[in-house]
């Protein structure tokens, strides 16, 4: 089981460039989750896709953010255009659907927005 | 809002020492309490988690104490291992919606 794999690891970026994040769920689960992790605010859920359709984006924080899963392996969220503010560390997630099935994280993607 | 409180912010604890990390929350549905540790560079990985209906759950030196009516739950991480220093987070959950989280505590077992 390779878990979930995120790209890149790290992205360093000027303000007001497009930003893109890549994530490849575990095989067989049908649910996916964008968060951001920052100090100050913790783990914040931005959205979550229910096979491949989009359920919940109310954590997107400004139409800045956008999120698609073309299909079940395969999710990506693009910021554009980036603000320094947008610095921090983005995990994907993906479990199965559905009673408690555990939250299994990527290794992330730090951003940085200069 | 904050659903779920967590507390301390930071820890420090010597190697042998019991590390103890608590919650609380305010949504009588949530009905599921999972704890993650996460180490620096990795996410977060599920350690331990319980249901109300226990009072307990133990994994190795890890137990999960919860209490229904005060709506609170801790982690005690016993004979703490320098291995042990990460970050702890609590979570909750109700029904089908999705995990709230804890912002998480720092703990450092020092040697």
């Not at chain 1, 800045?64 to 079940?72: C, I, L, T, Y």
């Not at chain 2, 608590?22 to 540790?37: G, K, L, M, V």
């Amino acid at each position: 089981d390779a878990g979930v794999i995120q790209s890149p690891r790290h992205e360093v970026t000027e303000m007001g460039q497009e930003v893109t994040l890549r994530c490849k769920p575990i095989s067989g689960h049908n649910s996916l989750f964008w968060y951001r992790q920052t100090m100050m605010r913790g783990l914040e859920l931005l959205i979550y896709f229910n096979n491949n359709v989009p359920i919940d984006d109310s954590g997107m924080p400004e139409d800045r953010f956008s999120a698609k899963m073309p299909n079940a392996s395969f999710s990506t969220l693009k910021i554009q255009p980036s603000e320094p503010r947008d610095s921090a560390v983005y995990f994907c997630a993906s479990s199965l659907q559905g009673g408690n099935s555990p939250l299994h994280f990527g290794n992330g993607t730090r951003l940085t927005v200069t | 809002q904050q659903q779920v409180k967590q507390s301390p912010q930071s820890l420090i604890v010597q190697k042998g020492g019991i590390s103890i990390i608590n919650c609380a929350y305010e949504n009588t549905a949530f009905d599921y309490f999972p704890w993650y540790q996460q180490f620096p560079g990795k996410g977060p990985a599920l350690l331990i988690a319980i249901r109300p209906d226990v009072s307990e759950k133990k994994e190795g030196r890890f137990t999960i104490s919860f209490n229904k009516s005060a709506k609170q739950f801790s982690l005690h991480i016993m004979d703490s291992q320098p291995g042990d220093s990460a970050t702890y987070f609590c979570a909750a959950r109700g029904g089908y919606s999705t995990l709230t989280f804890g912002k998480g505590t720092m703990l450092l077992v020092s040697p």
